[in-house]
């Protein structure tokens, strides 16, 4: 959310990607309208207003977005748009990254919470009228937008920090590149989607790709099960996320952009609370820097809400199938951010697992 968009993208009507956060809906073809806040599009259009079940197999690739007859046709791919396109991947590398960077100076569960405290307190001056004409909306369905703000921006953020501890950002982003294998899986294990060939396919391997990078190039590690915690922490944020995305799609409100992100800030934010309060308790204490203040308002500002923004405008001019390569672009962004910000520079075993992963989501997306 911790995962990154209106109902203004091709004027279609859809159900939100961390969350980015980090991480941006776009690796399954998503129109943005959360923090990593998304859903999956289907190719079956839903009616407006409504979100309605695909009728055809689960698509793993991006779907073409149907333009209401009110919305601009997209445009060609230029050189602004491009540009806008670049951004959010850039913004969630450097929200990986810079986490990475405050390990030993805030506690991950009070990093998360002072992330989203402040991208709310930045985003509700624009939200809060819209929260309020919605306000009969939210109240009716509070259960499902509790539910989308905890899995997205309240567990999936939180645990991506709590993976920087040990991991690294390169293989974060790695980790979390490989989201839509889980989307598919739960799709089809726990909501009656069908799949085909090609995305069993694919989906082996981008798991071959996680694998890799999970075992460090050095395939025996998995006799003495020798993994890194924070890898594994990252799966779990990916379970996390997929689950986010579906229920994103099956249960999402019927609410604009502003007041559903911003109900998702309060919800995650609420959540993390009493975990970052029992986290100070313990004496896990900030220690305030002007590194600590720079790096807090850029994962309030630039991941949390302005990637979510260049998304939205993206989507908006070129349809939801060519954001989709732009955001692979997120672990090569982290490698360099890396290598620049922290010395950790990346490794012949991340290539290859960015490899598998990237060309396991190309195979699952051909028809």
């Not at 939100?16 to 073809?29: I, K």
């Not at 499902?144 to 899995?151: P, S």
């Not at 099956?250 to 970052?276: C, I, N, T, Y």
Request: one cysteine or more.
């Amino acid at each position: 959310m911790g995962r990154g968009a209106s109902t203004a993208a091709a004027g279609a009507t859809w159900p939100r990607a961390s969350h980015g956060s980090f991480y941006g809906p776009a690796r399954l073809g998503l129109s943005v309208r959360s923090p990593r806040s998304v859903r999956p599009v289907f190719l079956v259009r839903p009616a407006r207003g409504a979100i309605t079940r695909a009728a055809q197999p689960l698509s793993f690739a991006a779907p073409v977005l149907r333009p209401s007859p009110r919305a601009p046709r997209p445009l060609s791919l230029d050189t602004r748009t491009a540009f806008l396109l670049t951004l959010p991947p850039l913004f969630w590398a450097g929200n990986a990254v810079f986490a990475r960077l405050l390990v030993g100076d805030v506690p991950p569960l009070q990093l998360s919470l002072l992330r989203w405290l402040l991208a709310l307190a930045i985003f509700l001056p624009f939200a809060w009228r819209p929260l309020w004409e919605h306000r009969a909306v939210l109240r009716a369905r509070w259960r499902d937008v509790a539910l989308i703000g905890v899995l997205g921006v309240g567990l999936y953020n939180t645990l991506q920090y709590l993976a920087v501890q040990t991991s690294t950002a390169v293989n974060v982003t790695l980790i979390a590149a490989s989201t839509p294998v889980f989307a598919l899986v739960f799709g089809v294990l726990f909501f009656n989607e069908q799949a085909r060939r090609a995305q069993w396919l694919g989906a082996a391997l981008s798991i071959g790709g996680v694998l890799w990078v999970l075992l460090r190039g050095q395939p025996a590690s998995i006799a003495q099960l020798s993994f890194v915690p924070g890898d594994l922490i990252m799966i779990a944020a990916n379970v996390t996320w997929a689950l986010y995305t579906w229920f994103l799609r099956k249960r999402r409100p019927d609410l604009p952009f502003a007041p559903f992100l911003a109900a998702q800030m309060l919800v995650g934010s609420l959540f993390v609370l009493p975990l970052a309060l029992g986290e100070a308790a313990v004496g896990a204490d900030i220690r305030w820097s002007g590194t600590v203040l720079l790096v807090l308002a850029y994962m309030a500002l630039f991941p949390s809400i302005a990637a979510y923004y260049c998304w939205d405008r993206g989507v908006t001019r070129v349809g939801a199938v060519v954001p989709v390569h732009f955001a692979n672009l997120t672990p090569l962004f982290a490698a360099l951010l890396s290598t620049l910000v922290l010395g950790e520079s990346p490794q012949p075993y991340h290539l290859i697992g960015l490899a598998l992963i990237i060309g396991g989501i190309h195979v699952a997306s051909r028809k």
